[in-house]
Antibody
Framework: EVQLVESGGGLVQPGGSLRLSCAAS????????MNWVRQAPGKGLEWLSY????????YYADSVRGRFTISRDNAKNSLYLQMNSLRAEDTAVYYC???????????WGQGTLVTVSS | DIVMTQSPDSLAVSLGERATINCKSS????????????LAWYQQKPGQPPKLLIY???ARESGVPDRFSGSGSGTDFTLTISSLQAEDVAVYYC?????????FGQGTKLEIK
């Protein structure tokens, strides 16, 4: 069974940093590209970032480019999102998602809540 | 960037009736190389992560009831629920995965009339 478990969320002050993790199991992690998607309270889904299976390609939404960095450790079956210079508008539930046969998100984690507030 | 626009924003349908949600992309998501539309639909119920329903615009994910169907090509797409059930109350999102900035529509909230 595919499982994705996010962690690392919490309360952080504006301008601060946070590192999210996503632990993957139930599939060959190194064979799949991964994405981060977020959802602000009461709002819709926002795609944030993509990383290919070998980390050779990474893409970012304009809203986070230059502040967030996606990475992965295939040996640890883990995906990461380093978030710097956090703003109030970054407050959201952050989901990691595994791609399917193409770049749609086939499996999703339960999400981790990030709150940016003073 | 490709902008995805869904209509309507909310929809109320009687049980057993048809529900139709539309999704329009600002540019074509049809690949000429493989003749596939890079368009997916997701269902999200309160307090849950999104769930994949449809990919390649019309391919139903395993385990998804056959009352859900996707259609369309190029820039205009439709998600149809042929006979609405109570458990289908949710927010539905389309997403393009044609360009590397995988944008979502704003969502359509589906309720029971």
């Amino acid at each position: 069974e595919v499982q994705l478990v996010e962690s690392g969320g919490g309360l952080v002050q504006p301008g601060g940093s946070l590192r999210l993790s996503c632990a993957a199991s139930g599939f060959t992690f190194s064979s799949y590209s991964m994405n981060w998607v977020r959802q602000a309270p009461g709002k819709g889904l926002e795609w944030l970032s993509y990383i290919s299976s070998s980390s050779s390609s990474m893409y970012y939404a304009d809203s986070v480019r230059g502040r967030f960095t996606i990475s992965r450790d295939n040996a640890k079956n883990s995906l990461y999102l380093q978030m710097n210079s956090l703003r109030a508008e970054d407050t959201a539930v952050y989901y990691c998602a595994r791609e399917g046969s193409a770049s749609y998100s086939h499996y999703w984690g339960q999400g981790t809540l990030v709150t940016v507030s003073s | 960037d490709i902008v995805m626009t869904q209509s309507p924003d909310s929809l109320a349908v009687s049980l057993g009736e048809r529900a139709t949600i539309n999704c329009k992309s600002s540019q074509s998501v049809l690949s000429r190389s493989n003749n596939k539309n890079y368009l997916a639909w997701y269902q999200q119920k309160p307090g849950q992560p999104p769930k994949l329903l449809i990919y390649w615009a019309s391919a139903r994910e395993s385990g998804v009831p056959d009352r859900f169907s996707g259609s369309g090509s190029g820039t205009d797409f439709t998600l149809t629920i042929s006979s609405l059930q109570a458990e289908d109350v949710a927010v539905y999102y389309c997403q393009q995965y044609y360009s590397t900035l995988y944008s979502f529509g704003q969502g359509t909230k589906l309720e029971i009339k």
